[in-house]
């Protein structure tokens, strides 16, 4: 039998009901804070990620999933060449599915020249992202992404702490909204480009005579990239890697105010958070605040989200000077998350029609049709049941009401309606069953 392929799963209802309501929820609170929603493509140039997650990352080095373009070149010949069977060669060029959607929309800011408007950019995105990860509860090779960015000209205000705050600020709105309990806010400033060269001499310079005790990866990235040794999972190169020094250390005059800023922020509008200095996030474009919102309900994989600014992405990419802060919501792990506090969707199927007896399907359709376009949400039945059965399949189907449609229901122009939680029996005229099925609030169902 065919399977979905490790690592991917398909996602079915009653889940697919709590994730709809959840993004309904982000775009609810997206439109609130000028948010507008941005879809690049799935696939990009490998190097688009290479360049901008950074090339010594576990994300780029081991878990993109990339294969060669096997479509044919543009033909430097003739159109009636190429008809006549000429081949054209393969382009060969390297394309990767995203791994994030940051990069993506970095491009996508250059690529249509955003800046040019001279306001901040306020984008949004959801959607599916891959990495080759091991896996795992909370870690899967497709998962799904609900992400934000505020990028745009300094003049515009980009490098201020105030979009910093305001982008956790609204974190814990959304989270508080979709209802999740008992979050954590895990910030840290991982310092501007300057803070960075010195942060990362330091390390190098602790590390050279550790290295012969650490791993493979860490002795190869002290040289080409000290700060991703703080990723490290190892156990043995755990102790090492805490007597490491500290990022905070090494923050310039401007980081540390800077910092300073967002914390104060943060304060003001009562927003609880610890600092940890470990936490420098396993993206290389990172400058300045980073975050990430921790759930106790998640297990190994505790972080429902993570960001933080990149200040010089665009200038990487050769894009224009636009500094820059979001983040990434894993929604899978949101999901988690709010599944193990007991988060389901209520049932909402209100009314199930039973066509009783034959030649009743064309007045059930009629009835289901006309309830649905008075805002009813409506199932139906086949007058091939017998009333037992369709009993059954409403009690299934999960609705509050049945509606019997017999001869002499239609006949009479009013309908036995039959509350499915409290077995009360009622006549309704026409007129007055959508309204009626709406608005009457029986017990809720016990299941
Ligand atoms: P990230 O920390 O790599 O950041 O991913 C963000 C979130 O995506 C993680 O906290 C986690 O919840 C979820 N996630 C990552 N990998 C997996 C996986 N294999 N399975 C399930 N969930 C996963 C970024 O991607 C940055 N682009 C965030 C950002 C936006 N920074 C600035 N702007």
């Known amino acids: 039998m065919l399977k979905a392929v490790r690592g991917t799963r398909d996602l079915l209802p009653p889940d697919t009901d709590l994730w709809n309501r959840v993004e309904a929820k982000v775009r609810d609170v997206m439109e609130r804070y000028n948010f507008h929603e941005i879809r690049t493509p799935i696939f990009e140039d490998t190097q688009l990620f290479s360049r901008s997650v950074g090339e010594e990352t576990d994300i780029v080095s081991k878990e993109m999933f ?14 009636l060449e190429v008809a006549s069977g000429t081949r054209g060669r393969f382009s060969g060029q390297s394309l990767t599915l995203r791994p994030e959607n940051t990069a993506g929309v970095v491009r996508a800011y250059i690529e249509h020249r955003l800046g040019d408007k001279g306001t901040l950019q306020k984008l949004y995105y959801i959607g599916p992202q891959f990495r080759r990860e091991r896996p795992q509860k909370g870690r899967y090779r497709q998962f799904y992404q609900i992400g934000a960015e505020i990028i745009g000209p300094p003049s515009a205000g980009s490098e201020s702490p105030i979009h910093d705050a305001e982008i956790l600020e609204m974190l814990a709105t959304l989270l508080d909204e979709v209802g999740l309990r008992d979050w954590q806010l895990q910030l840290n400033s991982v310092g501007g ?38 990723d490290c999972k190892v156990p043995k190169d755990q102790p090492i890697i805490e007597k490491l020094p500290k990022v905070s250390e090494y923050l310039g005059e401007a980081s540390r105010e800077h910092f300073a800023a967002v914390g104060a922020m943060l304060d003001t509008v009562g927003i609880p958070y610890t600092i940890n200095e470990r936490m420098v996030r396993g993206l290389d474009y990172y400058t300045r605040t980073t975050f990430e919102f921790t759930h106790g309900g998640l297990g190994a994989q505790s972080a429902v989200l993570g960001g933080g600014r990149y200040d010089g992405l665009s200038e990487s990419l050769e894009g224009p000077k636009a500094p820059g802060i979001g983040f990434a919501i894993g929604e899978d792990r949101l999901i988690l998350a709010l599944q193990s506090q007991g988060e389901t969707i209520v049932e909402k199927l209100r009314a199930y029609i039973a066509p009783l007896g034959s030649g009743m399907n064309p007045h059930a359709l009629k009835l289901a049709r006309e309830l649905r376009r008075e805002g009813v949400s409506v199932d139906i039945g086949d007058e091939v049941f017998r009333l037992k059965r369709s009993f ?38 026409r007129a007055e069953l959508a309204a009626y099925l709406k608005d009457s609030n029986p017990q809720p169902r016990k299941s």
């Open 66 to 79: 990339t294969w060669e373009d096997r479509s044919r070149a543009i033909p430097a010949v003739p159109v």
């Open 193 to 230: 480009a300057d803070d960075r060269a010195r942060y990362n001499q330091a390390l190098r310079e602790a590390l050279k005579p550790l290295l012969h005790q650490m791993c493979a990866d860490c002795q190869r990235r002290a040289e080409t990239n000290p700060l991703r040794v703080l």
């Open 392 to 429: 059954e399949l409403a009690e299934k189907a999960g609705a509050r009401f049945i509606v019997i449609v017999g001869e002499n229901e239609v006949a009479a122009g009013q309908f036995a309606v039959k509350n499915l939680a409290t077995a009360e029996q009622v006549q309704v005229q």
